[in-house]
């Protein structure tokens, strides 16, 4: 009868599949910071506990800029040093986008 | 009235802020603005998915809030089918999300000295984005602030799968205004702010390598788990007893807290912080 898209539906198989995501997903975040919690305040683990910020960022942004290809690398070359220069989280993601909209637009990787 | 930050001899033992001001939960939000465009474009695109797929647009809003993590949702819309392959989508939403136990445990001094209820109710809006927002934010890292760009995205979020949905189609591209990489830039440039001395040199040269060999050899997000782990073994092997900084304010000194020109880079309160002489 109606070919506009279903709104409101709410199957129960979809319901119950996502509730299951998020329980993994809440249980994880929830999971990691108590963790953390129990861990000693002082010594190597909570040493090893003040890098994993970093390291996890880093994890994150290194293998995609690399999947960009060479405009990619170029962009985050230059965001990180925008940033380290002006320290304007504004100004370093413009110039890492502008650089690889630009790049993209005359070199079509 | 609160004015967050200001941590004086003690911020762990009690915390100055409250759990969730809202003053302090604005500027949580105000602080994720720059990441508006990209993500409204990426939940458009995940909407105009959702609706090739057959979810309906309450199931695609509900997923979009309660389980609010991106790639996890772009790879199980992918997945979904008239059938759904429940156990499939779980699993791979489990695999993709492994991190958050890792940016779970990176919350620690965000949290300290608040009760569970805080922390209960605190890490559910936890996305990679505001996390690395709020743990690059000196004086206004608490629970609030998170809680407040994890919100805000939150709605911009919904507000880009109901738009894609609806449009079903006609997004622009992404790539073609870099969109795409704005979500590089954002942890590129914040990684900068994580900075806190020579101390994080190798075990972020460990992550970078780990990241860049998982890219290569493994599926999907396995990379993040893979660079992040080699950056906690670095961690663990370069650590020595005299590199211990025994105040607990260490963990909340980070750099780069005035990384958006915020006025609340207020210097003598951050002055005092000694964590930056960790490397020594």
Redesign the interface.
Known sequence: MTQFPDLTSFSLEAVLTILGMAAVTYGMRLGGLLMADRLPQHGRWAHVLERLPGAVLISVWVPSALSAGAIGIAGAAATVITMALARNLFAAMAVGMVLVGVGRYFISN | MSRPGQPEKHPESQPKTGHFDSDTIRRGALACL?LLPSTIIFGAVLGVLA?QRG?????LL??SL????GS?QFV?VDLWRE??P?AT??IA??VI????????????PV?RGRPLWV??TG??M?A?ENW?VS?TQKDLANPGFLLGGGMFLGVVWATGNTVG??L?GGIPDP??????????????????????GR??LL??I???I???I??FTLPGTW??????G???VV??LT?RED??D?S?E??FAVE?R????APEGKNSATRATPAVETGK
């Open positions: 720059p609706a979810l309906s647009l309450g199931e509900f997923m309660a389980v609010f993590a996890a199980s059938t759904i429940s989508i779980i939403t489990a999300n492994m991190r958050y136990i890792l940016i779970g445990a990176s919350l620690r949290f922390k209960v890490m559910h936890v990679d690395a743990m949905y609806l079903g790539e073609v205004y870099a969109l795409d990489f704005a979500f590089t830039a954002v942890f590129a440039a914040l990684t900068i702010g994580m900075w806190k101390v994080d075990p972020w460990a992550a970078a780990g990241s860049v998982g890219h990379s993040i788990l893979v660079g992040a080699a950056g906690v961690a663990a650590w590199m211990d025994d607990l260490a963990e780069g005035n990384a958006y020109g």
